[in-house]
């Protein structure tokens, strides 16, 4: 009975992908413009509309933080590296800070790493406190507005709250110096401690030659119905799966791990790129982690992302259509994905393959080196641009003060 479930099963997954391809060949059409809440912003060029003044900071910072470990330059929040050295040499860059309409002070503080790579940011809170101190000390901008006009690349788990655990990093909040900052961060989560009003949510960064690599021609067909590789339980701190990712994993394991039309699994091929350009839906149990590079990889191959985040905040959501190339799913109904994902019509399916066809949308999810117009850089200036001009109410009156030096705990309080 059980095999000819299967059977069934891949039947109608057959079915389905042949629907799709059917629909295609009577509805050949060019890729769509993509046009986000704020319009169509996501080919924008900001050279012209902002100037950016970085200060120069003593390399204990920053270049020496990365000569001790190079591995820095590839894990996932490598953006405020890359971002660092790409406004060095863009044209919006200005050595006249008066004419500056934002400031930016480049600290690498997910740079201490774990003999598995993995960030630490025990350190960051001191680190970020003891640069703002330094230019508060040594130039005027920031005082006359307590950083109002100042922003920070802040890639942590979350954020400025500068902890991996929710749980302390809701105890802990955001650095109270960064309170009146702009925050460009890959943590998005709606009503969250750790996500202040008007930050700038990226991607993380993904090795785009890495991904180019394994580019395989457009009109392979997309033979695998669904698609997931990685863990579904943390084993190590949260075996039963219902902190991991907020349960999502877990429970996409325990519903379809012997469905046919799931082709999911801990392990990782060395055909994993190729796969998810055979695929028609890439899994993206988010949980609480909008920096998972499962979301820029299944923008990057074309394959539509089912995202699983209650509330999430995705990356440059004002200049990405996200509702229109991606499936969102609800936490609570993940018992439901096969009939909620085999429901989609045919040609719903087509026009967000089209949308995730338009090089600008790939574009803007990576980091590359050299840079490209339209690329993550230049979205995070479009998205600094849009929020010119500044309103005159950031600046402070002579002898006021808002943000308080020494709020927070105690420890970050150390001189570092």
């Not at 060019?30 to 169509?40: C, F, H, L, N, Q």
């Not at 996932?76 to 050595?95: C, G, K, N, Q, W």
């Not at 990356?315 to 009939?339: H, M, Q, R, S, Y």
Request: hydrophobic share 40%; aromatic share 12%; net charge neutral.
């Amino acid at each position: 009975m059980k095999i000819w479930r299967w059977v069934f099963v891949g039947l109608v997954c057959s079915a389905f992908l042949l629907r799709i391809d059917a629909v295609e060949l009577r509805r050949r059409q060019p890729t769509e413009r993509i046009s986000g809440s704020a319009g169509d912003v996501l080919e924008d060029d900001p050279v012209g509309r902002l100037k950016v003044f970085v200060y120069e900071l003593p390399s204990k910072y920053n270049k020496k933080i990365l000569q001790k470990d190079p591995r820095c330059l590839t894990h996932m929040f490598a953006a405020e590296i890359f971002m660092h050295r790409f406004l060095l040499s863009s044209p919006v860059r200005t050595l006249n800070p008066e004419e500056a309409d934002w400031f930016y002070t480049p600290v690498y503080t997910t740079c201490d790493l774990t003999p598995n790579g993995l960030p630490l940011p025990f350190k960051s809170p001191r680190m970020m406190r003891s640069a703002i101190q330094l230019i508060s000390s040594n130039w005027p901008y920031w005082n006359r507005t307590d950083g109002a006009d100042h922003f920070f690349v802040v890639p942590h788990d979350f954020g400025a709250c500068f902890h991996y655990q929710e749980e302390k990093a809701i105890e802990r909040g955001i650095l109270p110096m960064l309170q009146r900052a702009t925050l460009v961060q890959t943590f998005g989560q709606r009503n969250h401690v750790c996500l202040k009003e008007g930050s700038i949510t990226i991607p993380p960064y993904a090795p785009p030659q890495k991904m180019q690599a394994h580019l395989i021609p457009e009109k392979t067909p997309r033979s695998i119905f669904v698609y997931f590789r990685g863990l579904f339980y943390d084993v190590g701190n949260d075996p039963e799966g219902g902190y991991y990712a907020r349960g999502a994993r877990a429970a996409v394991w325990e519903n379809f791990k012997d469905n046919p039309l799931f082709d999911i699994s801990t392990e990782h091929p060395t055909t994993y790129y190729e796969d998810m350009q055979r695929a028609v839906f890439c899994l993206c149990p988010l949980g609480w982690a909008p920096w998972s590079p499962r979301l820029v990889e299944a923008v990057i191959f074309g394959c539509i992302p089912v995202i699983i985040a209650d509330d999430i905040v995705l990356p440059f959501a004002d200049a990405i259509p996200w509702e229109d190339i991606g499936v969102f799913v609800d936490e609570k109904d993940v018992p439901n994905l096969d009939t909620i994902l085999t429901s989609i019509p045919p040609e719903v399916i087509l026009r967000k393959q089209r949308l995730l066809a338009n090089p600008s949308m790939k574009q803007a999810m990576l980091f590359p080196q050299p840079v490209q117009s339209g690329d993550a850089f230049h979205q995070v200036l479009n998205g600094l641009a849009r929020k010119l001009p500044h309103d005159t109410s950031i600046y402070l009156k002579p002898g006021e003060k808002i943000l308080n030096w020494t709020a927070g705990p105690v420890g970050d309080l150390k001189p570092w």
